[in-house]
């Protein structure tokens, strides 16, 4: 058998292979490769700022070594500014089912912004490209080195001459105050055989369309999609936050080869069609390419100094430089880098029908000259974006780079992950000293944060758990981190969970233990629900999904990340108690306020928007707020001070709660606050029990309620029989 022509830049070996010059200039926009119905053509454009020579490089499915035609860029003809472009005619493709690029250019020169890696003999996948093909041969290491990686590398699939995908009537939800995010993994949501998904849909996004009723059941009303772009899962990247290419879908999460398109589609359609927002978790702050010895798929044999940013320290200026902790950052001051990812967002946005991004460590995007600039040109992109000033916008606002910690401080129109939420709740049920004032302004949509500027409450995305750290069911489980299976010697992962094991770490069989842990669980899903703001539930806490303690499982695709759906009558109970509070909030618009809550009064009334209590029925002091061993506490809203408007233009009214907190290990009387003649308090809630419910009777203000010790309670109130 002969040996595969390697792809060199011997100027013979070009000439030999080079199609005729029967090319057309074609033309600089759109970027990537589009297909030209009217005159049978396809049109390939790519920046490269600094490069010399690009060639492009069809291949058939027959031969995935050697190009059926290379075609080289003149620079005269085929180049715009610092575009490359031409036109192919569909005769001549010559079967090609799928491209890639050769670019060669100057060597690094040494300086700051100019550090080139061409490498002529790689073949490269274009930034643009709406679908990846990994041919069987892939192999990782083949993209280190200079060495030719024919035949082992990704291409670019050219579309194909088909209908346009039918949405039928899709119509987009836009959830605003009913807004309930559930964080998932799309194979680990159905890769289980348990999971009662057909086998050849297991881990696919088809699989998430069979699960569709449990999350219509369940009652949110958006997924958060972990990262869908496509990625190299050969490399321990089972989350798939080391992204190779921004506009495709990730080949595996299809049910059927080269389906990861269309598949997409009818799942959003479908999700939609139930009522569903899909957000999907998006990474433009690094790519899977890694600092200057890892692989080079795409952009940094592209165009190396202008879609990455250099070390900040004049003294070492070859480096990448690192906001990420993955090696290299995306140097999205650069207009080129803006362009690439602004048109991402509006592919997924318009052709494909999704409904919002959360960006991850979005502060890496705002990084002007390396400093963090909330009022960058990328904001002002976003902004006066027809298509995506109307999406749902959500930061991850922090990133490892120095001044990185953003919370609180991105534009309107943006929606953050609210850390400081999740470090406060977690605090006060471990029972941690001084969080009461800390706590009050969480319950309340975290108005410290985000009453400036014009935001609102539903700016704060309130989560006590996410994919990064531990699940619930761990976060009650285990005092430390358990990561050893994933190889690094237990030293990847946080080493502050603010987590408590209730008095043993991991599995437990002691009845006290295992109680309280159930009762912390169902106090932190309650805390959650019940605060104003927008609740973010990561996928498979409501029914205990343990990762043994590992908190940092981006490795594991396998038992460890997967959901398990065998529910026993404890885990069933769990899911029956979320799926109440998940009603409760949807049912009752006090519970989740378009504005601050700043203690108003009704009119004509002594009643306030927001009241607080302690549990000797008096409310709460400044003194009380700053003293550190308040752990008890309660909090009344008003429905009936309800400042807004529906839909229909009607002022909004809902009943009255009483949300009771108990962080203390002994049960607390608390006295209930008196309210009008002729009304009693209702017990709806309790965490107590397994599925939060109490049978009492009703209790006038000034009665005392027994709250249990590390417990959580809901009261309404409700005119006497």
Known sequence: ??????????????????????????????????????????????????????????????????????????????????????????????????????????????????????????????????????????????????DSNAGKALLGVLPKDEPLFDWEDDVRPRHAGDLIIYEMHVRGFTANPNSGVAASERGTFAGVVEKIPYLKDLGITAVE?????????????????????????????????????????????????????????????????????????????????????????????????????????????????????????RYWAREMHVDGFRFDLASTLARELHDVDRLGAFFDIIHQDPVLSQVKLIAEPWDLGEGGYQVGNFPVLWAEWNGEYRDTVRRFWRGDEGQAGGLGYRLTGSSDLYGKGGRRPYASINYVTAHDGFTLHDLVSYNGKHNAANGEENRDGTDENLSWNCGAEGPADDPAITGLRERQKRNFLATLLLSQGVPMVCGGDEIERTQQGNNNAYCQDNGISWYDWRLDRTRRDLLAFTRRLVALRRQHPVLRRRQFLFGRRIRGSEVKDVSWFRSDGKEMTEECWRDPHTRCLGLRLAGDAIPEMDVQGDRIADDTFLILLNAHHDPQPFLLPAHRPGVRWEVVLDSRTPDGRRRHRLMKGGEAYDLDGRCLALLRLRARP
């Not at 490269?48 to 080289?72: G, M, Q």
């Not at 940013?309 to 995306?330: F, H, I, K, Q, V």
């Open 1 to 146: 058998m002969a040996a595969p022509k390697q792809i060199q830049t011997n100027d013979a070996l070009i000439q030999l292979m080079t199609s005729s010059w029967a090319a057309a200039d074609g033309s600089p926009t759109p970027l990537g490769v589009t297909r030209i119905a009217a005159s049978k053509a396809y049109n390939f454009s790519i920046y490269s700022k600094h490069s010399t020579r690009v060639r492009l490089l069809l291949f058939s499915a027959a031969d995935l070594v050697n190009p059926v035609s290379i075609y080289e860029f003149d620079q005269f003809r085929n180049r715009t500014g610092r575009i490359w472009h031409m036109s192919i005619s569909e005769n001549e493709l010559r079967n090609a089912q799928y491209y890639a690029y050769s670019i060669d250019g100057p060597p690094p020169t040494g300086h700051q912004h100019e550090w080139n890696a061409f490498k002529a003999a790689k073949i490269l996948l274009d930034p643009f490209a709406t679908a990846a093909f990994f041919p069987p041969a892939y192999e990782r290491n083949a993209a280190l080195g200079t």
């Open 225 to 345: 999609l972990m990262p869908v772009y496509e990625f190299d899962d050969s490399e321990p990247n089972y989350w798939g936050y080391q992204p190779i290419n921004f506009f495709s879908p990730h080949a595996k999460y299809a049910s059927r080869e080269g389906g990861q398109i269309n598949e997409f589609r009818e799942m959003v359609k479908a999700l939609h069609r139930a009522g569903i927002e899909v957000l999907i978790d998006v990474v433009y702050n690094h790519t899977g390419e890694g600092n200057e010895q890892g692989p080079t798929f795409s952009l940094k044999g592209i165009d190396n100094s202008t879609y990455y940013m250099d070390s900040p320290d004049p003294n070492n200026p070859y480096p990448y430089a690192d906001y990420t902790g993955t090696g290299n950052t995306l140097h999205c001051a650069n207009s080129a880098v803006r362009q690439l990812v602004v048109d991402s967002l």
